[in-house]
């Protein structure tokens, strides 16, 4: 069983659509959860992370966690075509397969 | 100026040579790692040093061998390259609190070809 798991996609959405991305984990030890972004041919960049269970806001960008379920969310608001990418989940320095996300103008 | 840089960016040998890969950072970050990401974009820890001292090795063949030569720089040396070696490498580095957050900051990746 991998440490996390993730959606594989793709995920193809029109502009101005609210997209939900998701994962799950395997260790209830793990505490803090990322997101990170990569554009093609490009290094991961860190969106942001979130500690234990709840939600956080950053602009257009949401990160939920539910400990309960092992389970964890990015909600993107007001999609933009800027916003095509893979997104991935990690915890520690375990990370999702990625799942890449097209949003069409 | 650059976070997290490699060199080269792009790698082209032969099978069975001996290729490095460098790595630097100038966060001030005290831990750094090695990843390899395949073709399916699937992203797998294979070292991390903290202050230039071997913390994690994950099961990778010891044709693969990191170096340390202080807290900024991660190099990675690979012998007798083989096809499945093919892959994009990323350095990253983090980081270290209490809580530790484990984020990471990645280089842009070097794209080995191994033909």
């Known amino acids: 069983q991998k440490e996390v798991e993730q959606d594989p996609g793709p995920l193809s959405v029109p502009e101005g659509a609210i997209v939900s991305l998701n994962c799950t984990y395997s260790?209830?030890?793990?505490?803090?959860f990322m997101w990170y972004r990569q554009y093609s041919r490009k290094g991961p960049e860190l969106l942001m992370y979130?500690?234990?269970?709840g939600n956080k806001e950053d602009g257009r960008f949401t990160a939920q966690v539910d400990k309960s379920s092992k389970y964890i969310s990015l909600f993107i608001r007001d999609s933009q075509p800027s916003d095509s990418a893979t997104y991935l989940c990690?915890?520690?320095?375990?990370f999702g397969s990625g799942t890449k996300l097209n949003v069409k103008p | 100026d650059t976070a997290v840089s490699q060199t080269p960016k792009y790698l082209v040998t032969q099978m069975g040579n001996d290729k490095s890969i460098k790595c630097e950072q100038n966060?001030?970050?005290?831990?750094m790692y090695w990843y390899k990401q395949d073709s399916k974009k699937f992203l797998k820890i294979m070292f991390s040093?903290?202050?230039?001292?071997?913390?994690i090795n994950e099961t990778v063949p010891n044709r693969f061998s990191p170096k340390s030569p202080d807290k900024a720089h991660l190099n990675l040396h690979i012998n007798s390259l083989e096809l499945g070696d093919s892959a994009v490498y990323f350095c990253?580095?983090?980081?270290?609190?209490?809580?530790?957050?484990?984020?990471?900051?990645f280089g842009p990746g070097t794209r080995l070809t191994v033909l």
């Open positions: 979130t500690y234990s269970s």
């Open positions: 990253a580095s983090s980081p270290r609190g209490v809580p530790s957050t484990d984020t990471q900051y």
């Open positions: 990690s915890t520690r320095f375990y």
């Open positions: 966060l001030g970050h005290d831990t």
């Open positions: 040093y903290n202050n230039k001292e071997l913390i």
């Open positions: 260790n209830s030890a793990f505490q803090y």
